[in-house]
């Protein structure tokens, strides 16, 4: 059976499963299917109550509406080695570094969703506060130095991450004083899967 992935090219978290799922030889298993989550798009609405991308119908039937769920689940479904360690200090080490590029995704949504607020509504005290948590997110991640040849899903969330950001605040720096960062992105962003999926 063909999975639908409901997407947006653009979102961060959709392209991290599509990345899982070429990454994993389960392409042609998986239909990707543009929406448009703020127009209640009627096919995301009837399988996920909050109308949010990524959201997969798995091969039995069954709506799966985040993305680090569908990630482990493409995981576990496809070939090859385990992006994401079943147990043990390793699985943990993994899950600390995805959920550290997930929180630096998480404020920079936070920002794109507050600047697209008419201008006297937006919360010049809320955008400096994100703005800073995402600097410290993304500080962490260049301490915990991932590296692209050792490709788990802490790794490819980082990468993910750093692009998102380059594409969606370009008068953020990023860049500067994280040369790990920098180096992981570098590498990632030649990849065969992320190439295919860059966000535009």
Known sequence: MTMKLYITTPSPFARKVRIVAREKGLAD????????PYADAPELLSTNPVVQVPTLIAADGLPLTDSPVIA???DALGSGPRLLPTEGTERLRVKRLETLANAAL???VKLVLEKRRPEHERSPSWIARWTVNMGRALDALE???????????GVLTAGIAVTWIGF?????????GRPN?????AALEQRPSFIDTFPR
């Not at 969606?168 to 500067?176: E, G």
């Open 143 to 153: 301490t915990a130095a991932p590296d692209a040849e050792a490709l788990d899903m």
């Open 168 to 176: 969606r605040h370009p008068d953020y720096d990023w860049k500067t």
């Open 106 to 108: 998480e404020m920079g």
């Open 29 to 36: 298993r998986v239909e990707e299917i543009i929406v448009d």
């Open 72 to 74: 482990e689940y493409l």
């Open 181 to 185: 960062l920098v180096a992981l992105q």
